[in-house]
């Protein structure tokens, strides 16, 4: 073997051992900005519409809009949490259609079961307030976690939906996902309809 030959030889092989070398770096996962959020307090909130609840300091009502004589939408702004929460009153034509009313609802959840990882719900009933329905929580990568329903079965029905205004990743909207479900927890704890 001629000195040229062996000269190469060697040379790759110090090549290889440091080509194999564990100390290359390795890219690092995007991280997020942590977020601090206010402690919870709330204040009594008058829609201009038939209903009343506790809204968080933190958000404020947006705009609202008679669409019909039976029917309106509310915003509220969710502040920092950078969304909206619709809020879509309807009054209830006669009692034989809230039936359908209440499917209308359910199938708008539905609509998110592709991407939804999970979907939970939890069942509202005040006999006392005249207050029932559904609030539901979808987990996942969807374009909104949180939809609900209320009605007083007779002449009052309220749907609800949260928009965030950014990438659904569930990953890292989790801590202001967990901020926002509690007030909306308190918001349906206080509801009641205005008589």
């Not at 499917?103 to 592709?114: C, L, M």
């Not at 006392?128 to 329903?149: D, I, M, P, S």
Request: with cysteine; proline share 6%; net charge neutral.
């Amino acid at each position: 073997m001629s000195k040229r030959n062996l000269l190469l030889t060697l040379c790759s092989i110090i090549f290889m051992l440091g080509a194999c070398n564990d100390s290359n770096p390795v890219p690092k996962p995007s991280s997020f900005l942590r977020t601090e959020f206010p402690e919870h307090t709330y204040r009594h909130y008058l829609s201009p519409q038939n209903f009343r609840f506790d809204l968080a300091n933190l958000y404020m009502p947006k705009s609202f809009e008679q669409a019909q004589t039976n029917y309106s939408i509310q915003e509220i702004d969710l502040g920092p949490l950078n969304g909206t929460l619709f809020l879509y009153y309807l009054r209830i034509p006669n009692k034989d259609s809230l039936p359908d009313i209440i499917n209308f609802a359910n199938d708008k959840v539905d609509e998110h079961k592709i991407m939804a990882d999970k979907i939970d719900f939890e069942q509202i009933i005040e006999p006392r307030k005249k207050v029932y329905g559904t609030f539901f929580e979808l987990k996942g990568n969807v374009a909104t976690n949180f939809q609900f329903y209320l009605t007083d079965s007779l002449q009052h029905f309220l749907r609800g939906e949260v928009l965030l205004n950014c990438r659904p990743n569930y990953d890292s909207l989790r801590p202001a996902l967990q901020y926002l479900k509690t007030d909306l927890q308190s918001m349906l704890k206080s509801f009641q309809w205005n008589q």
